[in-house]
């Protein structure tokens, strides 16, 4: 037993650390990296915010501001959970150690982070809807924002499925209304905790929920012009913390 059936020349083989990273980290896929072009979007009280991708040199500014969320005191409408799994996921997209993920921020006009979304890609076929989290609530910010995710997975990427879960009441209500329908559970098994998969397929993005987006003025504008895009560089965590209605 783990002995070679023929002599080996040597008794120890040295592996170096940039050998093995290649093996923990994968290799990326240009495809899902595809750039999202920006928006620009009025909240329902009337402030104009910015949507765009977030870079991983931007991370840090992220986890400090969902490191607070990381306490018992927000054990309300799920920001406990939803702030410890985001945190994780934006630090393994950081370091390397969360398959093709992208991840997408809503900021002021300053650059001060309002709301963060984030997915991955399964294959060429389907996205996984990762989480949605706003930092500033009551402005329809959430549901713009996980919109945008949406959009990046069918019209940017081109998969043909969206995979979604939802842990909190006001999660699921951006499901209903966003008209996701369920696999057959538990045969179908969303990797957030095993829970149903809730899904919307290119058809029903293009013909029902991208109308309904746009006619609720959820769906943002483009262009974004350069000029506004580079204040929101660097992105600043958010000052204060407006989560409770
Ligand atoms: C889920 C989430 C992203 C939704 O964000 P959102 O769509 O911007 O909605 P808000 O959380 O700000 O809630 C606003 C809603 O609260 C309700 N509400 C209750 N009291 C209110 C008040 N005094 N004023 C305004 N709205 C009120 C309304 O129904 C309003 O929605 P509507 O105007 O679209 O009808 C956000 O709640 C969030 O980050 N939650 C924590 C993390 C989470 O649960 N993420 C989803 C799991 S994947």
Request: hydrophobic residues 35%.
């Amino acid at each position: 037993m783990g002995k070679p059936q023929v002599p080996i020349s040597v008794t120890d083989l040295k592996f170096s650390i940039e050998d093995i990273e290649d093996f923990l980290s994968g290799p990326v896929n240009p495809k899902f990296q595809t750039p999202y072009v920006p928006k620009l979007w009025k909240t329902k009280d009337g402030d104009e915010v910015i949507i765009r991708e977030a870079k991983k040199e931007e991370a840090e500014a992220m986890l400090q501001t969902l490191k607070q969320l990381i306490d018992h005191k927000y054990d309300r409408d799920f920001y406990h959970l939803v702030g410890v799994r985001t945190y994780s996921e934006i630090l393994a997209w950081a370091q390397n150690r969360i398959k093709d993920s992208y991840v997408i921020v809503v900021t002021s006009p300053d650059g001060e982070r309002q709301s963060i979304v984030n997915h991955r890609f399964w294959d060429d076929n389907v996205a996984i809807s990762l989480h949605t989290i706003t930092f500033k609530r009551k402005s329809n910010l959430g549901i713009m924002a996980y919109a945008s995710k949406i959009e990046h997975a069918f019209d940017f990427v081109g998969v043909n499925e969206w995979w979604a879960t939802f842990e909190s009441p006001f999660g699921f209500r951006m499901g209903f209304r966003y008209v996701h329908t369920t696999k057959p559970w538990p045969q179908v098994q969303h990797e957030l905790g095993g829970s149903r998969v809730y899904y919307i397929d290119r058809e029903t993005w293009n013909n029902v929920v991208k109308p309904k987006l746009k006619e609720r003025n959820l769906f943002g504008e483009r262009p974004v012009s350069e000029e506004v895009l580079k204040k929101t560089y660097p992105l600043k965590p958010t000052e204060k913390l407006e989560v409770e209605i």
